[in-house]
């Protein structure tokens, strides 16, 4: 099993928990971003840049990932692509996405992308908290306890 993080947006503390958990496991950890980010060496730990542009981070996760991988997103159009490949979704609160209520979390992510560009001023996503680091560490743990 592989681990494909969309890396541009996820917070540190997830990449954190997760170099941790590549390193405690020996699981394969890939970064996906269109910038440059310092991370550990590793032999586990893997970097891939993509060039600047909508969408050619996400292109390159749906191209990568395989049945039964999982991607830590919170972009919920990749997260529909991957689930529709058979990975596992994660997004760095971790809150699993999947077969069972991606189909909601993409019409409310229409919906609200559509009132903002008719001019209604909507709330984005709160502060990442020192909860959402330790639901997203207790989710991945759970998750990834079924494999080792």
Sequence with gaps: MKIYV???ACPVPAKEALIKVSDRLNMPLIFIANQFMRLPLSETIQFILVAEGADVADDKIVELVE????VITADIPL??????????VLDARGESMNLQNIGGK???RNLME????????????????????QDFAN??????????
Excluded at 79 to 86: E, L, Q, S, T
């Design 114 to 133: 559509e009132l903002r560009n008719n001019g209604m001023q909507t709330k984005g996503p709160s502060a990442y908290s020192k909860r959402d680091k």
């Design 6 to 8: 969309d890396a541009d």
């Design 67 to 70: 049945t039964g991988e999982l």
């Design 139 to 148: 989710a991945l743990h759970k998750l990834l306890s079924s494999y080792y």
């Design 79 to 88: 997260a529909d692509r991957c689930i529709k490949k058979g990975a596992q």
């Design 106 to 108: 993409l019409a409310t």
